[in-house]
Antibody, heavy 119, light 108 residues
Framework: QVQLQESGPGLVKPSETLSLTCTVSGGSVSSGSAYWSWIRQPPGKGLEWIGYIYYTGSTTYNPSLKSRVTISVDTSKNQFSLKVRSVTAADTAVYFC???????????WGQGTLVTVSS | EIVLTQSPGTLSLSPGERATLSCRASQSVSSSYLAWYQQKPGQAPRLLISGASSRATGIPDRFSGSGSGTDFTLTISRLEPEDLAVYYCHQYGNSSVTFGQGTRLEIK
């Protein structure tokens, strides 16, 4: 059974870059059927999809975040990563990584990590 | 972008009752690419239903999904106290994925 675990700083200053990594165990990011995704949830609010990556490096992003976001994959480490540039308080959220077979539903999730944007 | 609107915002029911949660899309969701998730307090969402009506592995048959086009429903029969959660619908029918705003289910 695949497991995902987010890691990264819990506090980021405004205007800086938020960086998170998701480590996959019990499965391979190079699986031909899986797309790997980031989703976030501001405190007390709903879910917002950030984007997908395929093991080849092909990405699809939420249009509302596309200008500030980069998702990358490192198959040698079985990890994928998220960078959000020029963050503001509105980027404060729990960030989840998840697996989406064939870019469909999200069938496996990490536990989530809270990132707070504050000086 | 397809906007998903869930109703009601909050549902308060007693154990043993049936819950009916609605998800309406602003345009047709192709090939019923609609999923439902359960999120309990402090936890990650858990996949309940994919393809509008297919239960995910390990999900009890009390949970069922139906609908097509723009109108979808999640039904929970015989509510149990552990069903306390927020339920989200999600469409993945085009390249821009969206979620509904959620329905909070309270158990009296």
């Amino acid at each position: 059974q695949v497991q995902l675990q987010e890691s990264g700083p819990g506090l980021v200053k405004p205007s800086e870059t938020l960086s998170l990594t998701c480590t996959v165990s019990g499965g391979s990011v190079s699986s031909g059927s899986a797309y790997w995704s980031w989703i976030r949830q501001p405190p007390g609010k709903g879910l917002e999809w950030i984007g997908y990556i395929y093991y080849t490096g092909s990405t699809t992003y939420n249009p509302s975040l596309k200008s500030r976001v980069t998702i990358s994959v490192d198959t040698s480490k079985n990890q994928f990563s998220l960078k959000v540039r020029s963050v503001t308080a509105a980027d404060t959220a729990v960030y989840f990584c998840a697996r989406a077979p064939y870019a469909t539903c999200f069938d496996s999730w990490g536990q989530g990590t809270l990132v707070t944007v504050s000086s | 972008e397809i906007v998903l609107t869930q109703s009601p915002g909050t549902l308060s029911l007693s154990p043993g009752e049936r819950a009916t949660l609605s998800c309406r899309a602003s345009q047709s969701v192709s090939s019923s690419y609609l999923a439902w998730y359960q999120q309990k307090p402090g936890q990650a969402p858990r996949l309940l239903i994919s393809g509008a009506s297919s239960r995910a592995t390990g999900i009890p048959d009390r949970f069922s999904g139906s609908g097509s086009g723009t109108d979808f429903t999640l039904t929970i029969s015989r509510l149990e106290p552990e069903d306390l959660a927020v339920y989200y619908c999600h469409q993945y029918g085009n390249s821009s994925v969206t979620f509904g705003q959620g329905t909070r289910l309270e158990i009296k």
